[in-house]
């Protein structure tokens, strides 16, 4: 059974940075492309960004591109999402994922999920 733990969610200031931690659990991590989604109050989940098995390629939400910058250290297990610039927007809970398939936007073609961390953007 593969186990995904989130950290590294808080309040930061409108411009500030933090840095979100996806800790999975197995010896299958490093075989699968991995994925962050959001969810703010009162809306869907949505796509953030994922990451290739190896970490050769990334994709982007539009409304993250150049702020985010998805990575993943798989020796240690642990994929990573750096997030600058943040803004009032961003604020949600934020989850990890994992997919069989590299590109997948969509919520269901994510078969693992963690359990999310709160990152909460004040202006």
């Known amino acids: 059974q593969v186990q995904l733990v989130e950290s590294g969610g808080g309040l930061v200031q409108a411009g500030g940075s933090l840095r979100l931690s996806c800790a999975a659990s197995g010896r299958t991590f490093s075989s699968y492309p991995m994925g962050w989604f959001r969810q703010a109050p009162g809306k869907e989940r949505e796509f953030v960004a994922t990451i290739s098995w190896n970490g050769g390629s990334t994709y982007y939400a539009d409304s993250v591109k150049g702020r985010f910058t998805i990575s993943r250290d798989n020796p240690k297990n642990t994929l990573y999402l750096q997030m600058n610039s943040l803004k009032p927007e961003d604020t949600a809970v934020y989850y990890c994922?994992?997919?069989?398939?590299?590109?997948?936007?969509?919520?269901?073609?994510?078969?693992?999920w963690g359990q999310g961390t709160q990152v909460t953007v004040s202006s």
């Open positions: 994922a994992r997919t069989p398939r590299y590109g997948s936007t969509s919520v269901t073609s994510y078969n693992f």
